[in-house]
């Protein structure tokens, strides 16, 4: 029962220092004599702040340089032209085109196609009717 009442008593006081403390702010520990005089002291009113001028500056053009039509005689950018030619291989590994006809790519030529048809003898496509 005690508790209670103290607690009452804490609440009570608590709520009664909030209300003078927020509730009434025209309480004040300033005098009226001072607070009075006070009132009258506000600052000047200042006068209307012009901007400056907003320049925006012409943007120069740039035009292209003129690219003259001169022909470049790079290898790199021309294209190689390889006519084609019956049991010839073109080698590229150098970076160039090389036909070569050697007895060799014709002899390897020869056993593929004959694997292929190996591996195609024995398969049979029946068609949808």
Same mark, same amino acid.
Request: glycine content about 4%.
């Given at each position: 029962?005690?508790?209670?009442? +103290?607690?009452?008593?804490?609440?009570?006081?608590? +709520?009664?220092?909030?209300?003078? %403390?927020?509730?009434?702010?025209?309480?004040?520990?300033? *005098?009226?004599?001072?607070?009075?005089?006070?009132?009258?002291?506000?600052?000047?009113?200042?006068?209307?702040?012009?901007?400056?001028?907003?320049?925006?500056?012409?943007?120069?053009?740039?035009?292209?340089?003129?690219?003259?039509?001169?022909?470049?005689?790079? *290898?790199?950018?021309?294209? *190689?032209? $390889?006519?084609?030619?019956?049991?010839?291989?073109?080698?590229?590994?150098?970076?160039?085109?090389?036909?070569?006809?050697? %007895?060799?790519?014709?002899?390897?030529?020869?056993?593929?196609?004959?694997?292929?048809? #190996? $591996?195609?003898? %024995?398969?049979?496509? #029946?068609?949808?009717?």
């Amino acid at each position: 029962m005690k508790n209670r009442l +103290l607690w009452a008593l804490i609440l009570s006081v608590g +709520l009664t220092a909030l209300y003078c %403390g927020i509730m009434r702010p025209h309480v004040s520990t300033i *005098p009226k004599e001072i607070l009075e005089p006070m009132a009258d002291l506000k600052p000047p009113a200042l006068p209307p702040i012009e901007l400056p001028a907003l320049v925006i500056p012409e943007i120069p053009t740039i035009k292209p340089p003129v690219v003259s039509s001169q022909t470049r005689s790079d *290898p790199i950018l021309v294209r *190689p032209e $390889v006519p084609i030619q019956n049991q010839a291989t073109i080698d590229f590994s150098i970076g160039a085109p090389v036909v070569r006809v050697d %007895g060799k790519d014709q002899d390897a030529l020869e056993a593929a196609l004959k694997e292929m048809a #190996e $591996v195609v003898k %024995g398969a049979k496509i #029946e068609t949808k009717k």
